[in-house]
């Protein structure tokens, strides 16, 4: 007997709910990742061989490069507003709103107080060209590093009755007295404990 053919029949896969699922993975990933700060100092931190993640929050980091320049910065940005308020009261500076505004999404600051006020008002593409000139840190005198700890860290246990992580980004290329005039103005506030931001050293070849 002739061997019976079975017709051949096309598959069709509905792929409306795969899509659907691939763009609400996209999108989740697109509004939860966070954008790459643009580092003013281009500081190239030094290796090392262990590897502690420093936290995404609760964290002040004071940077030092561009030849003994002190830049500050602290997550979360209620806490940038408080204390930009806290340091307009101090120094008899008046922060509008939308200065405020400006100042809680940035990240990362090197000017003294004197001049603040204009660098808020410059455009993003003005900032990336800007050289500032660094945050003062006169142990003597002018202390205006000092004064941004000081009250961020009051302000992070007033909003969210935490004490504030520090943290310290060298250039690797800088000289010791600067990094020792910051660990002087930690030590006069009592803080003996902080982390240093580091490179991981990459292991050796065979």
């Known amino acids: 007997m002739p061997r019976v053919k079975v017709a051949r029949k096309s598959t069709s896969i509905d792929m409306t709910a795969m899509c659907d699922v691939a763009f609400l993975l996209l999108t989740f990933f697109i509004l939860t990742a966070k954008p790459k700060v643009e580092d003013p100092t281009k500081a190239e931190v030094p290796f090392s061989s262990k590897e502690i993640l420093v936290p995404e929050d609760n964290l002040a980091t004071i940077t030092v490069g561009g030849g003994g320049k002190l830049f500050y910065s602290v997550t979360g940005s209620d806490i940038r507003t408080e204390t930009l308020k806290g340091m307009g009261e101090k120094y008899k500076v008046d922060f509008t709103p939308e200065e405020q505004a400006r100042f809680a999404v940035t990240e990362v600051f090197g000017v003294p107080m004197a001049n603040l006020k204009s660098f808020l008002d410059m455009d ?11 945050i003062p840190a006169d142990t003597t005198g002018n202390n ?35 990094i020792n005039t910051v660990i002087d103005v930690l030590g006069k506030q009592k803080i003996f404990k902080f982390s240093l931001i580091t490179d991981l050293r990459p292991a050796p070849k065979k």
Do not use: C, M
């Not at 993003?124 to 660094?134: C, L, R, S």
């Not at 246990?157 to 060298?170: F, S, V, Y």
């Open 144 to 178: 205006e590093l000092s004064n941004w700890i000081l009250i961020s860290r009051k302000a992070d246990r007033a909003l969210h009755d935490k004490d504030l992580q520090i943290a310290i980004k060298g250039d690797r290329r800088e000289q010791y007295p600067i």
């Open 124 to 134: 993003a593409e003005q900032k990336k060209t800007y050289q500032q000139p660094g």
